[in-house]
């Protein structure tokens, strides 16, 4: 089993921690481990350190509204959805209707399909080859009934990036409240919330070097959202649960170093990096992209995204979780589709989204960079994967 990071290409699924969260969880959970409800001197220390964190994470996200903890992007989806759709309507009259994208992440699929047993109607809008929402069935469906809109901004199968400004202006024209995954786009681009035509936005830690079991909901001022788990009152009444205080430091510290050390500059140095690597897996014979090229328009995929299919040079569909395994043995980490799909046998519904005929759909592809690769690591990454379908079509 690999442990080399450099042969890490699955960041899309989760990132190691950078050593720096590393010392700053430990330094809190020395410092400030106590409970942040506690009116000690303990539990005061560890609430000072629970809202600078805050304060922090809320600055690094431009985001002057509240910022409610949760324990990652599923739990900050469902509480969006439910808590946002339990304030506009209370289940009496006429059915109200969220719209969704065809390329949503189960999470969100989840928690509509709880909205729908609830009453709500669902609709989905749908994408074009490149994971590109149909802006105009967007745009009409937005009349009423419709309510509330959550849309995947960075894909995490096929790396798509949607226009959120612009669909957040048409929601806004619209009267409707927009809530936004924002998972995997925190962790490839700076987001300022308070410029966003956006009112609820997901993000989660463990995405961009910071610690699994920590995210976020950003909500904007006046949007009411109701807890979907109560008890002790914690996070202004929204989300009960004592706060980890050592790991939202972690996640504070993650996104300080990610505005540093990728943000600051006048281009991502990933994209480069990123845009080299595909150019060479693309000359394999076989290979083929999906989603956006973001040599043609970097706006349109995640920083460190490539997702591929796989056929034979003779064009037979490969399965996408044996080249996967076969990576796996010259120790690369790489995914097929979605880490949340990737266990699944069955072909991906994010490609079948997208045009892709089912017999292809379970020969994807995705690697993922992290900040710590270079051109020298992922110059042998096009030799492995030729080695690695052969190996499978010798299987
Ligand atoms: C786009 C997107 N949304 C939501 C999630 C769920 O986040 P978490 O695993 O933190 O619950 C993920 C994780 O893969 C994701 O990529």
Same mark, same amino acid.
């Given at each position: 089993?690999?442990?080399?990071?450099?042969?890490?290409?699955?960041?899309?699924?989760?990132?190691?921690?950078?050593?720096?969260?590393?010392?700053?969880?430990?330094?809190?959970?020395?410092?400030?481990?106590?409970?942040?409800?506690?009116?000690?001197?303990?539990?005061?220390?560890?609430?000072?350190?629970?809202?600078?964190?805050?304060?922090?994470?809320?600055?690094?996200?431009?985001?002057?509204?509240?910022?409610?903890?949760?324990?990652? =992007?599923?739990?900050?989806?469902?509480?969006?959805?439910?808590?946002?759709?339990?304030?506009?309507?209370?289940?009496?009259?006429?059915?109200?209707?969220?719209?969704?994208?065809?390329?949503?992440?189960?999470?969100?699929?989840?928690?509509?399909?709880?909205?729908?047993?609830?009453?709500?109607?669902?609709?989905?809008?749908?994408?074009?080859?490149? =994971?590109?929402?149909?802006?105009?069935?967007?745009?009409?469906?937005?009349?009423?009934?419709?309510?509330?809109?959550?849309?995947?901004?960075?894909?995490?199968?096929?790396?798509?990036?949607?226009?959120?400004?612009?669909?957040?202006?048409?929601?806004?024209?619209?009267?409707?409240?927009?809530?936004?995954?924002?998972?995997?786009?925190?962790?490839?681009?700076?987001?300022?919330?308070?410029?966003?035509?956006?009112?609820?936005?997901?993000?989660?830690?463990?995405?961009?070097?910071?610690?699994?079991?920590?995210?976020?909901?950003?909500?904007?001022?006046?949007?009411?959202?109701?807890?979907?788990? %109560?008890?002790?009152?914690?996070?202004?009444?929204?989300?009960?649960?004592?706060?980890?205080?050592?790991?939202? %430091?972690?996640? %504070?510290?993650?996104?300080?170093?990610?505005?540093?050390?990728?943000?600051?500059?006048?281009?991502?140095?990933?994209?480069?990096?990123?845009?080299?690597?595909?150019?060479?897996?693309?000359?394999?014979?076989?290979?083929?992209?999906?989603?956006?090229?973001?040599?043609?328009?970097?706006?349109?995929?995640?920083?460190?995204?490539?997702?591929?299919?796989?056929?034979?040079?003779?064009?037979?569909?490969?399965?996408?979780?044996?080249?996967?395994?076969?990576?796996?043995?010259?120790?690369?980490?790489?995914?097929?589709?979605?880490?949340?799909?990737?266990?699944?046998?069955?072909?991906?519904?994010?490609?079948?989204?997208?045009?892709? %005929?089912?017999?292809?759909?379970?020969? =994807?592809?995705?690697?993922?960079?992290?900040?710590?690769?270079?051109?020298?690591?992922?110059?042998?990454?096009?030799?492995?994967?030729?080695?690695?379908?052969?190996?499978?079509?010798?299987?």
């Amino acid at each position: 089993m690999s442990s080399d990071l450099r042969q890490y290409l699955d960041c899309a699924a989760t990132t190691p921690l950078a050593p720096e969260v590393q010392a700053e969880i430990q330094r809190v959970d020395r410092e400030a481990w106590a409970n942040p409800s506690s009116l000690h001197g303990f539990g005061l220390a560890a609430a000072e350190q629970l809202e600078r964190s805050r304060q922090q994470i809320a600055a690094q996200l431009g985001c002057s509204g509240d910022l409610i903890f949760t324990s990652g =992007g599923s739990e900050s989806i469902h509480l969006a959805l439910l808590g946002s759709a339990a304030e506009l309507w209370d289940g009496q009259g006429s059915a109200p209707r969220l719209l969704l994208s065809a390329v949503e992440h189960p999470a969100t699929e989840a928690a509509a399909l709880q909205l729908q047993r609830q009453g709500w109607q669902l609709e989905r809008i749908p994408v074009d080859r490149q =994971g590109l929402i149909d802006l105009a069935v967007l745009e009409s469906q937005l009349a009423p009934p419709t309510r509330l809109v959550s849309l995947i901004w960075g894909q995490s199968e096929v790396g798509t990036l949607q226009p959120m400004d612009l669909i957040g202006r048409l929601c806004r024209q619209a009267g409707v409240l927009l809530h936004v995954d924002a998972v995997q786009v925190a962790a490839q681009r700076p987001i300022d919330f308070d410029a966003l035509p956006i009112d609820l936005l997901s993000v989660a830690s463990h995405k961009l070097s910071g610690p699994r079991g920590v995210g976020a909901l950003l909500i904007r001022d006046q949007v009411p959202v109701r807890p979907i788990q %109560a008890g002790g009152g914690q996070e202004r009444g929204i989300r009960a649960g004592t706060e980890p205080v050592p790991l939202i %430091a972690g996640f %504070a510290k993650a996104l300080e170093l990610l505005n540093i050390q990728r943000f600051q500059g006048a281009e991502d140095p990933l994209i480069e990096r990123r845009d080299a690597l595909l150019t060479g897996l693309l000359q394999l014979p076989g290979v083929e992209l999906t989603g956006p090229d973001p040599r043609l328009d970097p706006e349109q995929r995640l920083a460190n995204h490539i997702s591929l299919l796989v056929a034979s040079p003779q064009g037979v569909p490969l399965s996408g979780r044996s080249v996967v395994r076969a990576m796996s043995r010259l120790g690369y980490g790489i995914s097929s589709g979605s880490a949340c799909s990737s266990s699944k046998a069955a072909g991906s519904p994010i490609l079948e989204a997208m045009g892709i %005929a089912p017999e292809r759909s379970s020969s =994807g592809l995705r690697l993922s960079l992290g900040s710590w690769h270079r051109d020298a690591d992922l110059a042998p990454v096009p030799i492995a994967l030729r080695e690695a379908i052969a190996a499978v079509m010798a299987d």
